[in-house]
């Protein structure tokens, strides 16, 4: 009777909540005080996909959803992004019958870094796929190592675990399992000998601590790497980008396969790559998931295009308190050719925790703007002082940045320069509609 009720308050405070905007946890929480165990005893499909990570959760799971209706099958997934343990009890009770038994072929899972321990202690996917693992928000996450920690007791060993070879923290979750796939990236056109970015997270063994050696890398710690100490080193993939031509934006899939890309970033290399995975260890077939894939534009709000006065502009999401978001933005900016402009908001920090911190600033690396088609900088925000300063130590000339003190002052300084330049936004969720309330969206 305690889950029949559960599920009763849970799909009632849903409809609830829909009617008045409110999210989709609340709902959850109140289910799980009725019965803690309720996702214990309900009855999940036989296909169960979770993917955590630092970054390329949402879009990853996305693709994967879209992949598998397109395969014909029926996916229930955290479409609005509550990847906790609240909102996922919310997703399943709400698609499951009174008599417990939940509708659809696969449930698909975004789950926090932090949380999935708690929300797979009932039950595992049969499939986890973890993206990668870099230092991020630091008020929430601490350290790489400390997220690894949290994730490492969500794992159960009936599950197939489907990890990023390229990443040395996120191949550390194979020791002692028996069920592992790998992806990855060859060493393509993008990758360099050297490292890039202000500080690196893979100079030691993340086993042992010895000293790294990389034969490439593709961005941040990402890459070819082996420890002179231990062994620890990349596995060769099951699935992997054998050719990666990023200004052209084509990719091709284990050696035959070409996919053209929507969006030219690294990141959307590694999500695509991830999704292609996963995808054709539960069934999908190859033709499918490339013509899905190939060309495909998130839905997510990631990536928005937008007309602000005689400027063409594209929103670039990135997560506050986590420069590795930052910098593979900057470097498709970077990329470019054409003569642009540039805005970096920092108007908030954090949705959920109060705080003004922002000596992550310092790690990203801004230097990727000192680009000759790179025109102007405007930087803009409560934080914009801290943003000048930072610029203050990159190589980028002075005369080519201006600051305001609010975003709608910039946005209005814009629509009246007289340029057609296109638009670069680099900002997070937390200040993203700030600009787009003030824009025209492009269809």
Not at 192 to 205: E, F, L, P, Q, S
Not at 297 to 310: D, H, I, P
Not at 339 to 351: E, F, G, N, Q
Not at 402 to 415: E, F, G, I, K, R
């Amino acid at each position: 009777m305690r889950m029949i009720l559960a599920i009763i308050v849970c799909k009632l405070l849903r409809f609830i909540g829909k009617l008045v905007g409110k999210g989709s946890s609340l709902p959850g929480q109140y289910a799980l005080k009725i019965c803690p165990d309720v996702l214990g005893r309900v009855k999940l499909p036989g296909c169960i996909i979770a993917v955590t990570g630092s970054n390329g959760k949402t879009s990853t799971v996305e693709m994967i959803a879209a992949i598998l209706r397109a395969s014909g099958r029926t996916v229930v997934y955290n479409e609005e992004g509550s990847n906790q343990i609240e909102g996922v009890t919310t997703l399943i009770l709400c698609s499951s019958s009174l008599s417990g038994r939940m509708r659809g072929d696969v449930l698909l899972l975004e789950s926090d870094e932090r949380y999935a321990r708690r929300s797979f202690r009932f039950f595992h996917p049969t499939h986890f796929v973890i993206t990668n693992l870099y230092r991020d928000q630091l008020t929430r996450n601490g350290h790489p190592e400390w997220v690894y920690d949290a994730i490492l007791p969500a794992i159960h060993p009936d599950t197939t675990l489907v990890l990023n070879a390229d990443d040395p923290l996120v191949s550390c979750f194979a020791r002692d399992h028996g069920r592992v796939k790998w992806f990855g990236l060859e060493e393509c056109s993008i990758s360099t000998k050297d490292h890039r970015g202000v500080y690196h997270d893979g100079a030691r063994c993340p086993l042992c601590g010895g000293p790294m050696d990389y034969s490439c890398y593709h961005y941040e710690h990402i890459g070819h790497y082996r420890c002179r100490s231990c062994g620890h080193c990349r596995h060769d993939p099951d699935f992997a980008v054998t050719a990666l031509d990023l200004p052209a934006g084509t990719l091709t899939l284990d050696g035959e396969t070409e996919i053209s890309l929507a969006f030219k970033s690294i990141y959307n290399v590694y999500n695509i790559l991830a999704a292609w995975s996963v995808c054709s260890l539960a069934g999908a077939d190859r033709e499918t998931m490339a013509r899905v894939i190939n060309n495909y534009v998130l839905k997510n709000g990631r990536m928005v295009q937008f007309t602000l006065g005689g400027h063409h502009g594209t929103l670039l999401t990135s997560k506050h308190e986590n420069s590795v978001a930052y910098d593979t933005n900057l470097g498709y900016i970077a990329r470019t050719e054409e003569p642009c402009r540039v805005l970096i908001i920092v108007d908030a920090i954090s949705r959920k925790y109060f705080t003004g911190e922002t000596s992550w600033l310092w790690d990203i690396d801004f230097d990727l703007l000192n680009r000759d088609h790179v025109e102007k900088v405007i930087l803009c925000g409560k934080y914009v002082n801290d943003l000048a300063l930072r610029f203050d130590y990159t190589g980028i000339p002075p005369e080519r940045i201006v600051c305001y003190d609010a975003v709608a002052q910039a946005a209005n300084a814009l629509a009246e320069d007289g340029g057609q330049e296109p638009l670069y936004v680099v900002t997070c969720f937390s200040d993203r509609d700030k600009l787009l309330n003030l824009v025209r969206r492009d269809q």
